[in-house]
């Protein structure tokens, strides 16, 4: 497929792409703790979208309807969090969803250039930052790739990468191979806090040493990893059993089976934080050692209603109890798919990303290498 022709270029707004290797590696996270550093040097911030990956309806806070584009669930959370004008939102231009990739896949229409420049152009803003497709291949059907973005909008590039091993070096090496003079950056996401002080220092200076500046590196943190209640009713398409007006509040970082005695149960989960326990709907002895540990959410398979006494109890703890018609290892299959599909849409992961941002990603050099300046004295 050919790639479109539009190049958009505004000389006075900068433009910066936040893309990655893999998906969920941080990107939203990193534009939002991008876009409270830069406000707080004074400079007018716009967001785009291009591509959605989580579709909603509505409308956003403060802004207008997005015409006829579909609204975006990261998009409206950001909008909202920053309180955007709908003059400093570019909703997305399409779904990403299947209905999408199938007509897609019969017609090969390329997104009207028109379109594209109205949602990669300045509207008088100081920078511009886009949100890029999951990975550097996807959106390559509709000649929107993360290369193809950077090229039509003329944005400098940071990659947001998860740290797995040593090898993201190769991808990262890779992606440059890909990218060329647009890659700025790059930040290396959800670092193991052993690993922060010594064993990344090889990795961050090898890539130093290949002209891939590295912006930041943050260590991985509980609540960066952690899924609120809500999400897991979306997930689990559960019932509610109590507590059903804080479901959005709790948020749930580790997950447990009650799968054995309740003397064994208690121990185990006295060694877990803020977890979610999933036990057969029957396991009363295993909900009652859950509701006497850290458990913030009590998930009962096979559709089993648990005793009054529980449901009191947990009522008085205000420990959200979710009953669901499936099996244990299927619950928890989804559980944990959902837990590496997080994405940033708690008001808690707002502050933590700021702290992070504040204390681990070099701002200066950063504005100093896009050619910013404050607008403001910090």
């Keep these: 497929m050919s790639q479109s022709s539009s190049r958009v270029s505004d000389r006075s ?80 231009l399409f779904a990403l969803d299947e209905a999408t990739i199938t007509q897609q896949l019969s017609k090969e229409k390329l997104i009207d250039p028109q379109d594209v420049e109205a949602v990669l152009s300045s509207q008088g803003e100081d920078i511009l930052l886009i949100e890029g497709p999951g990975d550097l291949e996807e959106g390559a059907l509709f000649g929107l790739s993360l290369p193809d973005m950077a090229q039509m909008s003329n944005a400098s590039v940071i990659l947001v990468t998860r740290y797995h091993s040593a090898l993201v070096v190769d991808k990262l090496l890779a992606a440059k191979q890909k990218l060329g003079n647009k890659l700025l950056g790059v930040v290396i996401n959800d670092v193991p806090e052993e690993l922060m ?104 398979t096979g559709r089993l209603a648990p005793r009054a006494d529980i449901l009191k109890l947990a009522e008085d703890l205000e420990v959200p109890i979710l009953s669901v018609d499936l099996d244990t290892l299927t619950t928890v299959e989804i559980i944990e798919k959902a837990f590496d599909q997080v994405r940033l849409h708690e008001p808690i992961k707002v502050a933590c990303i700021e702290h992070l941002m504040e204390q681990h990603f070099d701002m200066a050099r950063m504005m100093d290498a896009l050619g910013l300046s404050p607008a403001v004295t910090a």
Excluded: W
Excluded at 37 to 48: E, H, I, N
Excluded at 205 to 214: K, S
Excluded at 230 to 254: C, F, G, T, W, Y
């Design 197 to 300: 002080e010594n064993q990344l220092k090889p990795v961050k200076d090898c890539l130093e040493r290949h002209q891939i500046a590295v912006f930041g590196i943050l260590p991985r943190t509980p609540i960066m990893r952690s899924v609120s209640v809500e999400a897991l009713v979306h997930h689990l398409k559960a019932d509610i059993l109590n507590s059903p007006e804080r479901i959005d509040q709790i948020m749930v970082e580790e997950i447990s089976i009650g799968a054995m005695n309740a003397n064994s149960a208690l121990r185990y989960f006295n060694q877990a934080h803020n977890m979610v326990v999933v036990t057969g709907g029957d396991r009363s002895d295993i909900q009652m050692a859950a509701l006497e540990s850290s458990t913030q959410c009590l998930v009962l």
């Design 13 to 92: 707004s900068k433009h910066l792409l936040i893309g990655s290797i893999e998906s969920y590696s941080g990107k939203s996270a990193t534009v939002l703790g991008l876009a409270i550093q830069l406000r707080s040097q004074g400079l007018d911030v716009a967001y785009a979208k291009p591509i959605g990956t989580c579709p909603s309806e509505g409308l956003l806070e403060g802004g207008s309807k997005a015409g006829s584009y579909p609204i975006d669930e990261d998009v409206r959370f950001i909008g909202n969090t920053l309180n955007l004008s709908a003059n400093r939102i570019r909703p997305p």
